[in-house]
């Protein structure tokens, strides 16, 4: 035992006991435990043998574009099916075009290859084990193919094949192909991120440096707390932890990995301790920081953290859940012995402070709306609206706006294709809009070999490209990066002549009823926020309808966890690519209001309030490109209408 130890270790028997009392007991801890009441309800019922309750949550999946949720789904529901296959073949026999049935049917059969492959180093595998391995992959290229042609806007058979591609040793255009289709069905799906990292891995079939490159760049296009922004954090693991290289000679510095860390504590930020969507990663963010010996970082970590332990990082070392509590023990104990011995020890961190803002509001009730439309498109929507309106171009929030300013989309911008994370071309066209029930899509055909899949391996027949159509509606297309800014400030401007409704009636009244009708018969929603004595809010609106609202106040009670999820949803799918989780999050809190309503625009990718908002009246006046509506009759509004279309 070295000096240093024997002097530490009074530290560590006095405080031990105390460090980290609060975690839950290891007995309570679980590894992968499923948190999603629906899927507990299917797998359960799977087991007996029912198919119902899978039928249900996988179209309530596909339906409502739960894309992210339905990758979970059908992983879980695949597992399962490997014990208990019965209820899944009697699901394909009585409905072989059940897109469903076929996408889990599909997903099982990847699994049962890697199955047989296992997780171990090539030079473990046996030739037999080999031989097996690629002849399942072979069989499961139909029902994949199948999986694609029976629902042509999921984005989860991509991320499958994606898989498929990194086992049956397709060539990079393969690898590029099958990209550039899930990406041009869902930019932001962390599943098919996540998938096209592991290809792009030294040990597979890319390198340190693409690794990298390709896990940062998708962090600097996503939204504030989107798991995106864990990819790099996903890639410093891989590259610490499973690369067989020692990483002090390698090509990746410690700036890299020490931003990826940085990166990841940003996000979970964004998510409540205890969050099992955010432990997918928290437990990645806990072994770098024992890597980085940040002890009592690693213990707030391991606190927010809770009972969900994951499979992985802790299997690369050994037993899950023993490698968990091992480890989470030895952070208690290294922050016990780095104590003074009649020191007390650290407590959990306090929840953040309050922000300050610049001045306090004087309790007048102000609002602003921001539009996902061009202002000259919202003047003309707005000539019969009867309020009068300023309106100002609204610069492009996180994750949006043109080329070069971190946009998901193409970085080239307009509507004949750009760069995807990974560096190559994929087209707009197509692209997935939302991942909540309101997914819109461009009725045009994506890029790549088509909706059937490529085999490479031996027998594995090319497949030939198939041509899709998308239903539904379709958005226009985004104004391109020259043609200005296609985002929208709208403020009530003072009526020259006020009639009796409009001078009887608030700045908010007259917003929310200028709002509803120029967004009637619009594709693009707006956003109306509000501020008065402390209190922020915001109002959804779409086709002329409020689609969700809510208001954040200190003294009223938090908002129920149902209630705020669906408020999420309805803004996740109006604003995308944000993803409902940290939505949820900032709903289901009432300190500090001006913080997040801030933060909320932040999520949703939008511009940030302009300066002054909530302080004075007329922030627009000054604007620059700012334009005045002035309230029209009916009649000279429709005239003024039917010029401005006029050619």
Same mark, same amino acid.
């Given at each position: 035992m ?5 002097m530490?270790m009074?530290r560590?028997?006095r405080?031990g006991?105390a460090v ?9 801890v ?7 009441p629906?899927?507990?309800d ?5 087991a007996?043998g029912d198919?119902?309750?899978a &039928?249900?949550?996988?179209a ?18 695949a597992?399962?099916?490997l014990r ?38 090539a030079?473990e ?6 031989r097996v391995?690629f002849s399942?992959?072979e069989?499961?290229?139909?029902m994949l193919?199948?999986a694609t042609e029976?629902n042509?806007?999921?984005?989860v058979?991509?991320e ?6 990194r ?8 690898f ?5 289709e ?8 962390f599943g098919c991120?996540a ?8 040990k597979?079939?890319g ?5 990298f490159?390709f ?7 996503a939204l ?5 922004n ?13 690369s ?14 020490a ?11 964004w998510?409540e301790p205890?969050?099992p969507e955010?432990a997918?990663? &928290?437990?990645?963010?806990a072994?770098?920081?024992?890597f980085d ?7 707030e970590?391991?606190?927010a953290?809770?009972?969900h ?8 070392l ?6 968990f509590l091992e ?7 290294q922050?016990?012995s ?5 020191g007390?020890?650290p ?6 402070e309050?922000e300050?803002i ?9 609002s ?5 439309a061009a202002?000259d498109?919202?003047?003309e929507?707005a000539?019969m ?5 300023r309106?100002a171009?609204a610069?492009?929030g996180a994750?949006?706006?043109?080329a070069?300013?971190g946009r998901?989309e193409p970085?080239t911008?307009?509507t004949e294709g750009?760069?995807?994370?990974v560096?190559r071309?994929y087209?707009?066209?197509?692209e997935?809009r939302?991942?909540?029930?309101a ?5 045009s ?17 090319g497949?030939g490209?198939?041509?899709w159509?998308a239903?539904?509606p379709?958005l226009?297309?985004a104004p ?8 929208s ?6 009526d020259?002549?006020?009639n ?5 009636a ?5 917003l929310?009823?200028a ?7 619009e594709p ?5 926020l509000?501020?008065?004595a402390?209190?922020h809010?915001f109002?959804?609106?779409g086709?002329?309808t ?5 208001q954040w106040?200190?003294?009223a009670?938090v908002l129920?966890h149902?209630?705020?999820?669906a ?6 799918s ?6 409902? &989780?940290p939505l949820?999050?900032l ?9 997040r309503q801030r933060q ?6 939008l511009?940030?309030l302009p300066?002054g908002?909530g302080?004075r009246?007329?922030i ?5 490109g700012?334009?005045?509506v002035l ?12 010029? &401005?279309?006029?050619?």
């Amino acid at each position: 035992m070295s000096l240093r130890s024997l002097m530490s270790m009074p530290r560590m028997l006095r405080h031990g006991s105390a460090v980290g009392a609060d975690l839950p007991p290891d007995e309570v801890v679980t590894v992968d435990a499923v948190t999603d009441p629906a899927l507990c309800d299917a797998l359960s019922a799977a087991a007996l043998g029912d198919a119902a309750p899978a &039928r249900e949550l996988l179209a309530e999946t596909r339906l409502g574009a739960q894309w992210e949720r339905r990758s979970n789904c059908v992983s879980a529901l695949a597992t399962s099916a490997l014990r208990h296959p019965g209820w899944l073949e009697n699901w394909l026999d009585t409905s072989p075009d059940d897109p469903d049935a076929t996408l889990l049917t599909a997903g099982l059969r990847v699994q049962r290859a890697w199955q047989v492959r296992t997780g171990e180093d090539a030079g473990e595998i046996s030739d037999e084990q080999f031989r097996v391995f690629f002849s399942l992959l072979e069989e499961a290229v139909p029902m994949l193919s199948a999986a694609t042609e029976l629902n042509p806007t999921d984005p989860v058979p991509w991320e499958i094949a994606l898989t498929h591609a990194r086992g049956i040793q397709s060539p990079r255009d393969v690898f590029d192909s099958y990209w550039s289709e899930a990406v041009a069905r869902a930019p932001h799906h962390f599943g098919c991120h996540a998938s096209a990292l592991q290809y792009l891995c030294e040990k597979w079939y890319g390198s340190h440096t693409e690794m990298f490159d390709f896990a940062e760049r998708a962090a600097d296009r996503a939204l504030p707390g989107s798991l995106l922004n864990a990819l790099p954090l996903l890639a410093a693991i891989e590259y610490e932890v499973v690369s067989p290289d020692p990483p002090e000679t390698g090509p990746i510095t410690r700036g890299r990995l020490a931003s990826a860390v940085a990166r990841a504590l940003e996000l979970s930020s964004w998510y409540e301790p205890g969050d099992p969507e955010a432990a997918e990663f &928290r437990n990645h963010l806990a072994l770098m920081l024992i890597f980085d010996q940040r002890w009592q970082d690693a213990l707030e970590m391991f606190r927010a953290i809770g009972v969900h332990a994951r499979e992985f990082p802790w299997a690369y070392l050994g037993e899950s859940r023993k490698e968990f509590l091992e480890f989470r023990l030895g952070v208690r104990m290294q922050v016990a012995s780095s104590t003074p011995f009649f020191g007390k020890p650290p407590q959990p961190a306090p929840p953040p402070e309050p922000e300050q803002i610049a001045a306090e509001s004087d309790g007048v009730h102000r609002s602003l709306a921001i539009v996902s439309a061009a202002p000259d498109r919202v003047a003309e929507a707005a000539l019969m609206c009867g309020v009068s309106l300023r309106i100002a171009p609204a610069p492009w929030g996180a994750g949006q706006g043109p080329a070069g300013e971190g946009r998901a989309e193409p970085a080239t911008g307009g509507t004949e294709g750009g760069t995807d994370a990974v560096g190559r071309r994929y087209p707009v066209d197509g692209e997935h809009r939302s991942e909540g029930p309101a997914a819109f899509w461009s009725d045009s055909e994506p890029s790549g070999p088509g909706s059937l899949l490529w085999g490479a391996g031996p027998g594995i027949p090319g497949a030939g490209p198939a041509a899709w159509r998308a239903s539904g509606p379709s958005l226009p297309a985004a104004p391109s990066p020259s043609s200005g800014a296609c985002l929208s400030y709208v403020e009530v401007a003072p009526d020259l002549f006020p009639n009796r409704r409009t001078g009887a009636a608030t700045g908010e009244e007259l917003l929310t009823t200028a709002v509803a009708g120029f967004t009637t018969g619009e594709p693009w929603p707006a956003l109306v926020l509000h501020h008065t004595a402390g209190r922020h809010g915001f109002a959804l609106f779409g086709q002329g309808t409020v689609l969700a609202s809510h208001q954040w106040d200190p003294a009223a009670p938090v908002l129920d966890h149902p209630q705020a999820a669906a408020v999420a949803r309805a803004l996740a799918s109006a604003f995308p690519p944000a993803g409902p &989780r940290p939505l949820i999050t900032l709903l289901r809190g009432g300190d500090d209001p001006a913080r997040r309503q801030r933060q909320l625009l932040a999520a949703l990718g939008l511009p940030p309030l302009p300066s002054g908002f909530g302080e004075r009246d007329d922030i627009l006046k000054d604007a620059p490109g700012a334009q005045l509506v002035l309230r029209r009759g009916v009649l000279k509004g429709i005239r003024d209408s039917m010029r &401005r279309r006029r050619p």
